[in-house]
């Protein structure tokens, strides 16, 4: 959405509190912080997005963090940034380009300025633009000294400002320029109208006991930034964005890794099951452990691995001891922990193994998004061995998605896999926070006695073709377990080939019966017409959002939105074949497209980039267009 201020917007100038400078009423902004990784951005963006949140916008946040660690300062590859859309109606991406950028040093403004939309309003740290600044950056001379293109260049001295603000803190000189984000944080508070008690009160619970001068140091230089923006000479209106009228409830700010945890936390509750989640630490994926293990005091047992391998041994361990299991990785860890899924799948036990995806292969781009470990999760093991998988579409949909892992894996006896990605992992949303006691319990039935005349049948199959979960240590209770093919019913060991085929096809055939326990598929528009956007996981908004500038168009175009990976949705074929295209968008090379194709024989056509970076709408809208142009 625009936020540029069109001749109707003029007649909503009104001069602010005390007859200050005047107040434009926006939709919708998006801001993007960017600077060094030691700059403290993706603080300054949080807070800012925090802020909003908390005074009814909605919001859609992009943490953007450097692949390489510790690269050096100043460097083009050590750029941090933070973008955050936050608006009065519904929105669905942190937005294709921004309102406003907060550029902290040279480096900052060349890796950024391409997304900065145009007449929109550039801050820079003119402080920072100095000779060995500007040549790590790659600039020959300064680009400030002239004019920067169609932007609204607005030249700050924060280094000096933020020196002046902290001087009577009592912080020693070097920890001085640390809390030049805050400075540069007040500026965009006050340029939009955000309050600066939330963020003061962070800066208290975080600082004020163990470093009572850090704490009036981020305090004086933030109350510093905001009253720069109102009294320096440079900025000559404020803008100011309405609350959103969002369904009536209680509601906090949610990214997706946390979103998977507490979806963990209350799944448990629900099934009235320890938890216990086994990983290794990984990127994009540790925040999971790091929200479960500040939850202890909801029966969560937490155990970081020293490898891959030994997490998911753990998971498997804890999965038959009882408890309600998980585990989390991305993608290369996800490749060390095959070997273990498959011993899931063959000893038929619960658990759910959470893949938040980037960019690869092998290390890759271990900060940026993708979506290419799809085929990996529906049949990247040794043997036949399926798995349900489901995708979360958003930062909220990760709680969602992770309640209703857990609700199959108990259900069909059988490992699930959950696949966010980077983007949806560390993005931010508005959550609505739902009535635990009001969910559906998950019912879990642990057997106490025989199941047969002839004593216990670990391989005898329910309706849902589910075996027993039956605890160690339950007396008469006492069954084979491990990696070698078990005879149907009984769970002896059986190389005769006729059973191995049989159980091949009871565990396949398990899988592929699973009835989804949420919405297996997100539907925008109508349910026939002349072109269908086929999408999954975290590139959800961005395709809503061109669905509907399509279909504002005139265009005859819907979307659907897969949740349920394998098995496909069964009505998906039927519902695919009512339009005359089909477009699948994906952030890969076509795996969805390679599934649907192969499942359906239909002729789907794909919209694919690998970029490390979430989709931009209006590419979009112009591969629809072009889809609806082809014979």
């Not at 300025?113 to 801050?123: C, D, E, M, N, T």
Request: charged share 20%.
């Amino acid at each position: 959405m625009s936020s540029s201020i069109s001749p109707a917007d003029q007649g909503v100038l009104s001069k602010g509190p005390g007859e200050r400078k005047p107040v434009a009423k926006l939709s919708s902004v998006s801001i993007r912080f960017a600077g060094d990784s030691g700059d403290g951005m993706q603080l300054a963006g949080s807070q800012f997005g925090d802020t909003s949140a908390l005074i009814g916008n909605d919001i859609s946040t992009f943490p953007d963090y450097p692949a390489e660690i510790r690269a050096p300062a100043g460097t083009l590859a050590g750029v941090s940034g933070f973008q955050i859309q936050f608006s009065s109606s519904d929105i669905y991406t942190p937005g294709d380009e921004v309102d406003a950028l907060v550029a902290m040093n040279p480096a900052a403004l060349k890796t950024n300025l391409k997304f900065v939309k145009s007449g929109g309003i550039v801050i820079v740290n003119e402080d920072a633009f100095i000779e060995h600044e500007l040549k790590k950056a790659g600039y020959t001379e300064n680009p400030l000294s002239k004019p920067l293109g169609n932007y609204r260049v607005i030249k700050v001295p924060i280094n000096k400002m933020n020196e002046l603000a902290v001087k009577d803190a009592g912080l020693p000189t070097k920890q001085v320029d640390r809390c030049k984000n805050f400075f540069a944080l007040g500026v965009a508070y006050w340029l939009y109208g955000r309050p600066l008690e939330p963020t003061l009160a962070y800066i208290e619970d975080k600082f004020g006991t163990k470093l009572p001068a850090v704490a009036r140091a981020n305090a004086l230089t933030l109350r510093a930034g905001y009253n720069y923006g109102e009294t320096s000479e440079l900025f000559d209106q404020q803008y100011q964005v309405d609350k959103a009228k969002l369904p009536p409830g209680t509601y906090r700010k949610v990214t997706g890794n946390e979103a998977v945890a507490l979806g963990m936390v209350t799944a448990a509750k629900l099934a009235g099951k320890e938890l216990f989640y086994g990983s290794y630490p990984i990127t994009p994926a540790t925040d999971i452990l790091h929200t479960l293990s500040e939850l202890k005091h909801f029966r969560v047992v937490t155990f970081q691995a020293e490898d891959e391998i030994c997490a998911m041994g753990a998971t498997i361990g804890a999965a038959f001891g009882g408890a309600l299991a998980a585990t989390g990785t991305s993608g290369p860890g996800l490749a060390l922990k095959t070997e273990g899924i498959g011993l899931a799948v063959i000893t038929e036990l619960p658990m759910v193994i959470v893949n938040v995806q980037r960019g690869g292969p092998s290390t890759g781009l271990p900060t940026k998004t993708e979506q290419a470990d799809l085929l990996q999760a529906i049949m990247g093991r040794n043997g036949e061995c399926p798995l349900p998988v489901i995708a979360a579409a958003s930062p909220s949909d990760c709680f969602n998605a992770t309640v209703e892992a857990f609700r199959i894996a108990v259900r069909y006896m059988t490992p699930v896999m959950v696949l966010t990605d980077g983007y949806v992992g560390n993005s931010a949303e508005p959550w609505l926070v739902p009535d635990v006691s009001k969910m559906e319990k998950i019912k879990v039935e642990h057997p106490t006695q025989a199941n047969d005349a002839k004593g216990f049948m670990p391989y005898m199959r329910n309706e849902d073709g589910a075996r027993p979960w039956a605890i160690p240590g339950t007396p008469g209770l006492e069954h084979r377990i491990g990696g070698l093919e078990k005879a149907d019913v009984t769970g002896t060991v059986s190389y005769d080939p006729a059973n191995h085929d049989r159980m091949t096809n009871l565990r396949a055939a398990k899988v592929a019966g699973v009835k989804p326990a949420g919405v297996p598929y997100l539907w925008t528009g109508k349910e026939s017409g002349e072109l269908l956007l086929v999408g999954w996981g975290g590139t959800f908004g961005h395709i809503k959002q061109a669905t509907i500038e399509l279909q504002q168009a005139g265009l005859s175009v819907a979307a659907c939105h897969l949740r349920y990976m394998n098995p496909l949705p069964e009505d998906l074929g039927d519902k695919l074949r009512k339009f005359k295209r089909v477009l699948v968008c994906e952030i890969n090379l076509g795996q969805l497209r390679m599934w649907l194709r192969a499942n359906y024989l239909i002729d789907a056509k794909g919209f694919n980039v690998v970029r490390g970076q979430p989709f931009v709408v209006h590419e979009i809208v112009d591969a629809a267009k072009s889809a609806l142009a082809s014979k």
